[in-house]
């Protein structure tokens, strides 16, 4: 095959994930793009498997921060309950998986959690948007339901709070979840370490892709319109709600998925996911990336809980009080996110350097 041959096919896989709601429509991105992904396939071959499991985190992170870039950046839902789908997820993995112990038990755990916190997110999103909570109400009801879930999982302690054989636990949350486990036949996969890496990294890509997808099609169109002004789009006949609850489950969605990987790389889950302070990471992480791009969400991710990592590996009690100042000067200084604004500045540069200027006997200056 010629090399305009295989340009040609590459452009054509590259077009269903571009378009005008998402950074990066460019073959010297998706070049880029594979790179690094190649990159990251090898990290725990060059680095061993703790530092793999390490890395995991931020990938499933990552999903997390895009399960709120859906909402938040394409649809104008801000919402502060993505951690309460998250932790309904890891709860419900907990249950299934401890009180049906068998191989094939933990493998549909993660489909049936899932499937609980989209309801969860479908059930919440019902109430409202169709019963026309909007705006900050949103906000703040959202906001609400995290703080409830954190103070009622956290008065589970006592032996009355125990569904089959397991205790909640209270503070203490379940230990000793079983990792997640793929059976087929008498042959089983236990995901941890290097191949628990490489399973949340093949799901992190398939989610960006499927929401690159997602937001350049016709539904992406109609979501990008509802958060410019949603009195006009439903003057064009769409149902403005049931677009944002479809989305608002869709977060949920990714969000459950995310608390399902959650529990089984650290084997735990406690009441902390429900907490104030875990609930406003992922406003963070999109806030600083740019709301309006996958791509600065799940950078913007993985650099700031790296980063917090590190500081609270180190004994710093300032974690937090960084992060919280990045914010703020994101705000103020970069308010559409720092990755769209090294986008336009790469895109300026680029523009200068195709047009420049001519001397006067006809050679470039």
Do not use: H
């Not at 460019?26 to 071959?45: D, E, H, K, S």
């Not at 938040?72 to 839902?77: A, D, E, K, L, P």
């Not at 000793?176 to 089983?188: H, N």
């Not at 791009?293 to 700031?304: E, K, N």
């Amino acid at each position: 095959m010629s090399e305009m041959g295989i340009g040609d096919t590459f452009d054509r896989l590259c077009r269903p994930f571009e378009g005008p709601n998402t950074i990066g429509n460019t073959r010297r991105f998706w070049i880029g793009f594979v790179v690094v992904v190649l990159a990251l396939l090898g990290y725990p071959i060059g680095f061993g498997g703790y530092a793999a499991s390490s890395a995991a985190l931020y990938l499933l992170y990552a999903i997390l921060g895009l399960s709120l870039s859906i909402i938040w950046g394409y649809t104008g839902i801000l919402s502060f309950g993505q951690v309460v789908f998250f932790g309904i997820a890891g709860y419900s993995f907990a249950l299934i998986s401890m009180n049906l112990s068998s191989t094939l038990t933990t493998m549909l755990a993660l489909p049936i959690s899932v499937a609980v916190a989209t309801i969860a997110s479908l059930v919440l999103g019902y109430f409202m948007f169709y019963g026309e909570v909007r705006d900050v109400y949103v906000t703040i009801l959202t906001l609400v339901v995290s703080i409830v879930m954190n103070t009622f999982m956290a008065q589970t302690a006592g032996s009355e709070w125990t569904v089959g054989s397991v205790a909640l636990g209270g503070f203490n949350g379940i230990p000793a979840i079983p990792s997640l486990t793929f059976s087929v036949g008498d042959a089983s996969v236990v995901l941890d370490g290097s191949s628990f890496y490489w399973f949340t990294l093949i799901a992190l890509l398939v989610v960006y892709l499927g929401l690159r997808a997602l937001v350049n099609g016709r539904f992406g169109y109609t979501m990008v319109a509802t958060r410019e002004d949603e009195d006009r789009t439903e003057m064009l006949g769409y149902d403005v709600r049931r677009i944002k609850l479809l989305v608002f489950g869709l977060g949920g969605a990714l969000a459950g998925f995310a608390g399902v990987l959650y529990a089984t790389w650290g084997n735990y889950v406690s009441p902390s996911v429900f907490g104030i302070t875990f609930a406003s990471i992922p406003v963070v992480w999109v806030a600083v990336g740019g709301r309006r791009s996958l791509l600065g969400a799940v950078v913007a991710t993985v650099v700031i809980e790296w980063f917090r990592q590190q500081l609270s590996a180190t004994g710093s009690q300032y974690a937090m009080v960084i992060v919280g100042a990045v914010l703020l000067l994101a705000i103020l200084f970069v308010p559409e996110g720092v990755i769209p604004r090294l986008n336009v500045a790469l895109l300026n540069v680029r523009d200068r350097s195709e047009t420049t200027p001519d001397s006067p006997d006809g050679t470039p200056e």
